[in-house]
């Protein structure tokens, strides 16, 4: 049988700094929720919105693979390794932070502000030598089918990540239908909904509502009106 948990949109943390409006769906900053530390291997997902010309000043992360998907608008990017680039709507960047590193990430635009997906996974190795890197992928390609935008093989469809994970998106239009099959026994997939509405193995899913799924080995999907959304599978036991 398998087990689930549920998280509505308007449970999650919120944190709003004027020029930030962030969404958590598990505990992050001042959001502190025991029954909401992790699911799995995913650690973070944070819902943000950055003001025109606004962001997040150089920081430090490590031992900590960092995921980021814009949604809407321009996110620019700077790190310690040298990298700048600014990434897309259709876009993904990766952060292996390993040993550490040091980044900022601001909107790039003056006049809209930007939407992005940032996503922390725990690592299943540990001091690595930290690494950047960022993809663009062809939204088409998620048309009332399955994208995959990350995975842990360097020779597979999307970035990487030093994690037995997979990420895939969606963007169905109303009543399309589709099976998701786990790639391994041991997973979970968390299911969040960017828009619309879509049910998975029975369960209605509203705009920024997330799913968590394990022991089970398939996830059935079914738009009940024009939706996109995000499929994170992770391993449920962390060994830190």
Same mark, same amino acid.
């Given at each position: 049988?398998?087990?689930?948990?549920?998280?509505?949109?308007?449970l999650?943390?919120?944190?709003?700094?004027?020029?930030?409006?962030?969404? +958590?769906?598990?505990?992050?900053?001042?959001?502190?929720d025991?029954?909401?530390? +992790?699911?799995?291997?995913?650690?973070?997902? &944070?819902?943000?919105?950055?003001? *025109?010309?606004?962001?997040?000043?150089?920081?430090?992360? #490590?031992?900590? *693979?960092?995921?980021?998907? %814009?949604? !809407?608008?321009? $996110? *620019?990017?700077?790190?310690?390794?040298?990298?700048?680039?600014?990434?897309? +709507?259709?876009?993904?960047q990766?952060?292996?932070?390993?040993?550490?590193?040091?980044?900022?990430e601001? &909107?790039?635009?003056?006049?809209?502000?930007?939407?992005?997906?940032?996503?922390?996974i725990? %690592?299943?190795k540990? #001091?690595?030598?930290?690494?950047?890197d960022?993809?663009t992928? &062809?939204? /088409?390609?998620?048309k009332?089918? $399955?994208?995959?935008?990350?995975?842990?093989?360097?020779d597979?469809q999307?970035?990487?990540?030093?994690?037995?994970?997979?990420f895939h998106?969606?963007?169905?239009?109303?009543?399309? /239908? @589709?099976?998701?099959?786990?790639?391994?026994?041991?997973?979970?997939?968390?299911?969040?909904?960017v828009?619309?509405?879509?049910?998975?193995?029975?369960?209605?899913?509203?705009?920024?509502d997330g799913?968590?799924?394990? !022991?089970?080995?398939?996830? @059935?999907?079914?738009? !009940?009106t &024009?939706?996109?959304?995000?499929?994170? !599978?992770v391993p449920?036991?962390v060994?830190?």
């Amino acid at each position: 049988m398998a087990k689930t948990i549920f998280h509505k949109a308007d449970l999650r943390g919120k944190a709003d700094h004027g020029w930030l409006k962030s969404f +958590h769906s598990f505990s992050f900053a001042n959001f502190y929720d025991p029954h909401r530390i +992790h699911f799995g291997a995913l650690r973070v997902l &944070n819902d943000d919105t950055v003001s *025109e010309g606004r962001g997040f000043g150089s920081h430090p992360h #490590d031992n900590m *693979e960092i995921i980021s998907i %814009p949604l !809407e608008g321009d $996110l *620019e990017h700077q790190d310690s390794m040298g990298n700048s680039a600014v990434i897309r +709507h259709g876009d993904i960047q990766v952060m292996s932070a390993g040993t550490g590193i040091y980044h900022s990430e601001y &909107n790039h635009n003056k006049s809209t502000p930007v939407k992005f997906l940032q996503i922390w996974i725990f %690592p299943n190795k540990r #001091d690595v030598t930290p690494r950047y890197d960022q993809l663009t992928l &062809n939204v /088409e390609d998620r048309k009332n089918k $399955l994208q995959q935008m990350l995975s842990p093989n360097p020779d597979d469809q999307g970035v990487w990540i030093y994690q037995d994970a997979w990420f895939h998106m969606g963007n169905f239009d109303q009543g399309v /239908e @589709a099976e998701y099959q786990f790639k391994s026994e041991d997973s979970g997939v968390y299911a969040f909904v960017v828009s619309g509405s879509v049910q998975f193995n029975g369960n209605v899913l509203d705009a920024r509502d997330g799913l968590g799924i394990w !022991e089970t080995d398939k996830l @059935a999907i079914k738009a !009940e009106t &024009n939706s996109e959304f995000l499929l994170m !599978e992770v391993p449920m036991t962390v060994r830190l």
